[in-house]
T-cell receptor, first 112, second 112 residues
Framework: AQSVTQLGSHVSVSEGALVLLRCNYSSSVPPYLFWYVQYPNQGLQLLLKYTTGATLVKGINGFEAEFKKSETSFHLTKPSAHMSDAAEYFC??????????FGAGTRLTVKP | DARVTQTPRHKVTEMGQEVTMRCQPILGHNTVFWYRQTMMQGLELLAYFRNRAPLDDSGMPKDRFSAEMPDATLATLKIQPSEPRDSAVYFCASALENSPLHFGNGTRLTVT
């Protein structure tokens, strides 16, 4: 069975600083990997996904993530944080039996 | 813009009452997921369906929870009898197979 570990339940950065949210996964088969964002009182929205092909994936709002098989990681980055990026971020893994497992989430705070 | 619709958005009920949450998946999506989100447990997969057939409901307390898809446009999650520990936000999501999940805005359930 696949699982996801997100390191750090809270991350705080200054506006304009680099954002790095960490995600490690375990999967017995090549995984599909996702990052979602959740704003207050809303459902989750897809930021980006990795299925096959290029390991550096670009998503919406300037975010990107790199699939590193050797490290079983799929960390999310953004070069310059914006106040509107404050939200909760979830890493998720989906195997070929199609169920989707989420990490515990990382709450990103952006300081002015 | 197609979206997953969940009703009701909020539900307050007394312990022991039956609760039914409804979800209208995006037309054409053949997989439907139910998740529960709490501060303590994060996002927990309760059940998911493919082509209306339940594939996995191992995350669901069987004695009081039931999930069904009466037809392709409706998924239901029922709790009977409800308990205070069931208080959470319940999310429905739908997807095409092997594609990202699209989430509804959730049902916030409070059981007193």
């Amino acid at each position: 069975a696949q699982s996801v570990t997100q390191l750090g339940s809270h991350v705080s950065v200054s506006e304009g600083a680099l954002v790095l949210l960490r995600c490690n996964y375990s999967s017995s088969v090549p995984p599909y990997l996702f990052w979602y964002v959740q704003y207050p009182n809303q459902g989750l929205q897809l930021l980006l996904k990795y299925t096959t092909g290029a390991t550096l994936v670009k998503g919406i709002n300037g975010f990107e993530a790199e699939f590193k098989k050797s490290e079983t990681s799929f960390h999310l980055t953004k070069p310059s944080a914006h106040m509107s990026d404050a939200a909760e971020y979830f890493c998720a893994v989906r195997s070929n039996n199609n169920d989707m497992r989420f990490g515990a989430g990382t709450r990103l705070t952006v300081k002015p | 813009d197609a979206r997953v619709t969940q009703t009701p958005r909020h539900k307050v009920t007394e312990m022991g009452q039956e609760v039914t949450m409804r979800c209208q998946p995006i037309l054409g999506h053949n997989t439907v997921f139910w998740y529960r989100q709490t501060m303590m447990q994060g996002l927990e997969l309760l059940a998911y369906f493919r082509n209306r057939a339940p594939l996995d409901d191992s995350g669901m307390p069987k004695d009081r929870f039931s999930a069904e898809m009466p037809d392709a446009t409706l998924a239901t999650l029922k709790i009977q009898p409800s308990e205070p520990r069931d208080s959470a936000v319940y999310f429905c999501a739908s997807a095409l197979e092997n594609s990202p999940l699209h989430f509804g805005n959730g049902t916030r359930l409070t059981v007193t």
